[in-house]
């Protein structure tokens, strides 16, 4: 089956410092984001620049569930086996799908971090992008495509699907009603531990998704609360599809002995 570009709001922060930071001229910070109406945490503040709005390229991939790579100078923002961007930091330039193009929008470079187009690189994926001006916010609608995993929150869900959730989430597990599924950590010692979705990929008649395990931020004080963790998402697959949930680090199923 052939991969899908995926969209999600759950992102996580992850500091990228190889580049000089002249390549790109110093921007005002740009206002939120949101996705499919959920408002996106980033680890990077948006920029500016020509009044367009750029992120951060770890946020960037997170945003549309691919990956994200810097080698030989260059990096590369892979969405599925379909669809990739690569960004030459040296000068600036574009290639999708491996072959440069005159018209793409290039990366920028400010105080070490890549910054990737966001309007661009969506719209190249299909989706949609505008501007918010009562929520002074950008707001991403991605393109729906067969057998997406949509993460949501608790407004999203309705009154019978929040009380299953509640029924479900204290215990680790994996939980499944319907096309509702609950990832639940279990118990942990405070509010530092989470789960996050790093990213999806088709195999055959499944669909895989990869979870991490995060950890507390090294010198952060947190609340000294137990709390338990939880993902909720929906997946309307094709027939005879199922979904695996697989620890991002090991690369074995989630919460495996």
Same mark, same amino acid.
């Given at each position: ?17 190889? +580049? ?14 949101y996705?499919?109406?959920v ?7 948006p ?6 709005? +750029? @992120?951060a ?8 569930q ?22 030459r ?8 799908n ?7 929008? @290039? ?9 990737l ?7 190249q994926a ?5 501007w918010?001006a ?9 393109a729906?495509?067969?057998?997406? $995993?949509? $993460? ?11 009380v /299953? ?31 996050? @979705?790093?990213?999806?990929q ?7 998704? /990869? ?5 507390p ?10 709390? /338990?963790? +939880? ?8 027939? +005879?599809?199922?979904? @695996? ?13």
């Open positions: 089956m052939k991969g899908k570009i995926l969209i999600a709001a759950a992102l996580g922060i992850q500091i990228l410092a190889a +580049y000089p930071a002249a390549a790109a001229p110093a921007a005002p910070a740009a206002a939120q984001v996705v499919n109406g408002l996106a945490t980033l680890g990077k503040a920029i500016l620049v020509g009044q367009r709005t +750029y @992120v390229a770890e946020d960037a991939s997170r945003l549309l691919g990956e994200w790579k810097v080698s030989a100078g260059n990096g590369v923002l892979k969405l599925s086996d379909e669809l990739s961007f690569t960004f930091l040296s000068d600036g330039k574009v290639a999708v491996g072959k440069w193009v005159e018209n793409g929008q @290039v990366a920028k470079v400010q105080n070490g971090q890549v910054y187009p966001l309007r661009w690189i969506v719209e299909g989706g949609k992008i505008t918010n009562q929520k002074k916010a950008v707001e991403v609608s991605a729906q495509h067969e057998g997406a $995993l949509v $993460l949501l929150t608790e407004d999203k869900l309705t009154k019978d699907e929040r /299953y959730v509640e029924s479900v989430r204290k215990e680790q597990g994996i939980y499944q009603r319907g096309n509702l599924y609950v990832i639940a950590r279990g118990e942990s010692p405070n509010p530092g531990y989470g789960l996050q @979705v790093t990213h999806t088709w195999s055959w008649e499944q669909l895989l998704v /990869y979870v991490k395990k995060t950890k931020e090294p010198g952060r004080m947190y609340t000294q609360a137990i709390a /338990y963790p +939880y993902i909720v998402a929906k997946a309307d697959l094709p027939p +005879y599809t199922t979904v @695996v949930f697989l620890d991002a680090d090991t690369k074995k199923p989630l919460f495996a002995q």
